[in-house]
């Protein structure tokens, strides 16, 4: 088991506690389709994602030099504007052709999730290297990210 992985575990198992506050941006969920019948389809959620210091890009890098500690790693805001409670939002990355939750939390009405990026190795070192990370919104939305790591 790779040390990420390790440490993605341990993280996805304490994840229960979230911490949220409300964010603005933009990522659709797509339309329902509305039905034969006279009852009007349900408008579709707009679900919203932005990093805390305020981008909305989707390849990062985090520095050890820069940034120092993962408390001090720019983290993703995520929000929709219906105020759907209950939703299971996901951060993962790919690691030999497959997906790890590296963070995950629940909405809580109106409130905006604090999605967190972990840059350690098992040994407790800055992890170096290129991976592909997805944040789910599940049946809803996917958004793709590339972090690098680096000393």
């Known amino acids: 088991m790779s040390t990420r992985r390790v440490i993605a575990s341990a993280l996805a198992a304490l994840a229960g506690a979230a911490i949220f506050l409300t964010a603005p941006a933009a990522a659709h969920a797509a339309a329902p389709s509305e039905s034969a019948g006279s009852v009007a389809a ?4 707009q ?3 932005r990093w805390s210091d305020g981008g909305t890009q989707h390849r990062r890098s985090f520095s050890y030099r820069v940034y120092g500690s993962a408390s001090n790693l720019p983290y993703l805001i995520v929000s929709n504007d219906s105020c759907a409670s209950g939703v299971l939002i996901k951060l993962q990355f790919r690691e030999d052709g497959r997906y790890y939750t590296e963070d995950r939390t629940y909405t809580r009405g109106c409130k905006s ?3 967190y990026f972990n840059p350690y190795t098992e040994s407790g070192r800055w992890a170096v290297g290129v991976y592909k990370e997805r944040l789910i919104i599940p049946g809803l939305a996917y958004h793709y990210f590339t972090i690098e790591y680096t000393r």
Request: proline residues 10%.
């Open 42 to 45: 349900a408008p579709a959620v």
């Open 47 to 49: 679900w919203t994602w």
């Open 113 to 115: 999730a604090r999605l």
